[in-house]
């Protein structure tokens, strides 16, 4: 009908959708949100970006989280992953939607690229609701990384529990290409879903344009653990009012996904 296609098209248009490369900054600062990203392994530094509403700037040295940079047939976008092991990275279905003929990563050190992809096959991009169900998908790098690796929770996430995120996109002054982290409050959890809320008078942050495929973290008896993966929003300036959802790592068709296709 012709309300279900305007519905199908608002939903679409509030995805966390691609956007140009930013500018790359050397990064040094590391502050709370960032030390707790970065205390995985320790590597040697570089240049690289991301991007949260109202996050820190982090150094990427010692983080799991890297950037994708892809280049489709008449355009290029970025989105933003999590290294699972050398060989591959954990990202957004969304973001490869449009089949891109070249990817490559970057990382803290240095530059690979992509093998080849996968999209998880449950993930519906026509769908009306719940457009972050499986929204997942494998890299697998031509090359090693040499960055740390981060570990996928087992357990559950647990509604009003802190959590992490970080990624590549905008922040509030509309700057991309710097790496950002912020901590925020798990508001909703069930199968396929987990969602954060971004309240007036709240001094964490929210995703936004970039971020797609970024990671969202739990802790677990003092180590941070990937819970879910950065699908979609629904304001599209980001801000606050904005409820961002993440695709449920530790949804069993997810997890098994993610072990069959990780590099061996």
Same mark, same amino acid.
């Given at each position: 009908?012709?309300?279900?296609?305007?519905?199908?098209?608002?939903?679409?248009?509030?995805?966390?959708?691609?956007?140009?490369?930013? =500018?790359?900054?050397?990064?040094?600062? @590391? $502050?709370?949100?960032?030390?707790? #990203?970065? %205390?995985?392994?320790?590597?040697?530094? /570089?240049?690289?970006?991301?991007?949260?509403?109202?996050?820190?700037?982090?150094?990427?040295?010692?983080?799991?989280?890297?950037?994708?940079?892809?280049?489709?047939?008449?355009?290029?976008?970025?989105?933003?992953?999590?290294?699972?092991?050398?060989?591959?990275?954990?990202?957004?279905?969304?973001?490869?939607?449009?089949?891109?003929?070249?990817?490559?990563?970057?990382?803290?050190?240095?530059?690979?690229?992509?093998?080849?992809?996968?999209?998880?096959?449950?993930?519906?991009?026509?769908?009306?609701?719940?457009?972050?169900?499986?929204?997942?998908?494998?890299?697998?790098?031509?090359?090693?990384?040499?960055?740390?690796?981060? =570990?996928?929770?087992?357990?559950?996430? @647990? $509604?009003?529990?802190?959590?992490? #995120?970080? %990624?590549?996109?905008?922040?509030?002054? /509309?700057?991309?290409?710097?790496?950002?982290?912020?901590?925020?409050?798990?508001?909703?959890?069930?199968?396929?879903?987990?969602?954060?809320?971004?309240?007036?008078?709240?001094?964490?942050?929210?995703?936004?344009?970039?971020?797609?495929?970024?990671?969202?973290?739990?802790?677990?008896?003092?180590?941070?653990?990937?819970?879910?993966?950065?699908?979609?929003?629904?304001?599209?300036?980001?801000?606050?009012?904005?409820?961002?959802?993440?695709?449920?790592?530790?949804?069993?068709?997810?997890?098994?996904?993610?072990?069959?296709?990780?590099?061996?």
């Amino acid at each position: 009908t012709k309300q279900a296609r305007k519905r199908w098209r608002k939903r679409r248009r509030l995805f966390r959708e691609l956007t140009d490369c930013g =500018r790359r900054v050397e990064l040094s600062q @590391i $502050t709370s949100a960032c030390e707790e #990203i970065s %205390g995985f392994d320790t590597t040697d530094g /570089g240049e690289y970006t991301i991007r949260i509403i109202n996050g820190e700037r982090c150094s990427l040295q010692d983080s799991p989280v890297v950037e994708l940079e892809m280049l489709f047939a008449f355009s290029s976008g970025s989105c933003t992953g999590t290294v699972l092991d050398s060989h591959t990275v954990l990202t957004a279905a969304h973001c490869l939607e449009r089949e891109p003929r070249e990817i490559r990563v970057h990382s803290g050190r240095e530059s690979v690229e992509v093998r080849s992809y996968t999209v998880h096959p449950q993930y519906n991009r026509l769908t009306y609701e719940n457009l972050e169900a499986h929204d997942i998908a494998i890299v697998e790098t031509e090359t090693p990384l040499s960055v740390p690796a981060a =570990r996928l929770l087992t357990g559950d996430v @647990i $509604t009003g529990e802190t959590a992490i #995120i970080a %990624g590549y996109g905008y922040d509030q002054e /509309g700057n991309a290409g710097i790496l950002r982290a912020t901590d925020l409050s798990i508001s909703f959890v069930d199968e396929d879903t987990i969602a954060s809320r971004y309240r007036r008078g709240d001094r964490r942050g929210n995703t936004c344009f970039g971020d797609s495929g970024g990671p969202l973290l739990v802790r677990r008896l003092g180590e941070w653990f990937l819970a879910g993966v950065t699908s979609n929003g629904d304001k599209s300036d980001c801000g606050l009012g904005d409820t961002s959802r993440y695709s449920n790592l530790t949804h069993k068709r997810n997890q098994e996904f993610v072990e069959q296709h990780r590099a061996k």
